[in-house]
């Protein structure tokens, strides 16, 4: 549903297709977690402090986080972009856009995620689903 945009993303943001749709899918239980439903944030992206949109609470890895709130789903892919562009991700950007492999284990050392078995995760969705085959587009 959103390949079209993870693929126009990943030529001006430089992140894999293949990660930020395995990021999607993921994160927002294609699309149907209560996070996704509630706020459009597909990728579980936290307020932080320089977030200045609209938030929701929810319990993550402690209760009532705070989560951002989005008009549309297209505008947390294009923040999911930006996201990544911070300089702890730096590393992520020296890996070929074609490595899915390495980004989903960088995304993790990154501190992207807690969960150990995330990259696990995102590759068996990328493979699962051949979501690699956009990062050539």
């Known amino acids: 549903m959103y390949k ?3 693929i126009e ?10 990660i930020t749709l395995a990021q999607g899918v993921l994160e927002s239980g294609i699309g149907n977690s209560k996070l996704a439903r509630a706020t459009n944030n597909h990728f579980g992206i936290k307020c932080g402090s320089n977030w200045n949109g609209d938030t929701f609470d929810h319990d993550d890895d402690r209760p009532n986080e705070c989560f951002r ?4 789903v ?3 892919y294009e923040d999911h972009g930006n996201f990544l562009r911070k300089s702890r991700y ?3 950007f020296e890996l070929k856009i074609t490595d899915y492999k390495g980004w989903a284990k960088g995304l993790r050392k ?5 969960d150990s078995k995330y ?5 068996s969705i990328i ?6 085959e956009y990062d050539r587009k």
Do not use: F
Not at 9 to 18: E, G, T, W, Y
Not at 69 to 72: G, I, M
Not at 110 to 114: R, S, V
Not at 119 to 123: H, M, V
């Open 4 to 6: 079209k945009y993870a």
């Open 9 to 18: 993303s990943m030529h001006h943001k430089k992140v894999p297709a293949s």
């Open 69 to 72: 709130v989005y008009d549309s």
């Open 74 to 76: 297209l505008d947390s």
């Open 90 to 92: 730096a590393p992520l």
């Open 110 to 114: 990154c501190g992207y995620a807690t």
């Open 119 to 123: 990259p696990s995760k995102l590759i």
């Open 127 to 132: 493979e699962q689903y051949r979501l690699y």
